[in-house]
């Protein structure tokens, strides 16, 4: 009987290790990450984010402004681009997808952030 038992405990711990592991292989959600950076310096946003596609500086501090653009045909072929521009979508079968994310940097800091699109998940 302790042996059941014994064998029980290492498969419940086993599961619940391959659990984790699995958990912490997912990739990171951009809200929770970019959560977590608030307080943290602008130099290391940019070392988990990559440059900025665009940035405005303010009286205050500075915008950083990061995009994202999903485009392709139904049925035909997509591709995702980061820091995109131009033009959406393709007519009546095409879509696009996008996501707009906004940085607020003030003393160096991340301050704030707002995402906007269709595409923000």
Not at 62 to 91: I, K, M, Q
Not at 98 to 116: P, Q, Y
């Amino acid at each position: 009987m302790a042996r059941v038992a014994s064998a029980r405990r290492a498969a419940s711990a086993a599961l619940m290790l391959l659990l984790t592991a699995s958990a912490s292989a997912a990739p990171a959600d951009p809200y929770d990450t970019l959560s977590r950076l608030i307080g943290h310096s602008k130099a290391e946003l940019i070392q988990r984010f990559g440059q900025p596609g665009d940035t405005v500086t303010t009286i205050d501090g500075e915008r950083l402004f990061y995009e994202t653009l999903d485009t392709g045909r139904a049925g035909g072929v997509s591709g995702r681009n980061t820091r995109a521009g131009g033009p959406g979508g393709f007519g009546l079968f095409g879509y696009s997808f996008r996501c707009k994310t906004e940085v607020v940097i003030a003393d160096g800091r991340v301050r704030a952030f707002n995402r906007s699109g269709n595409d923000c998940h």
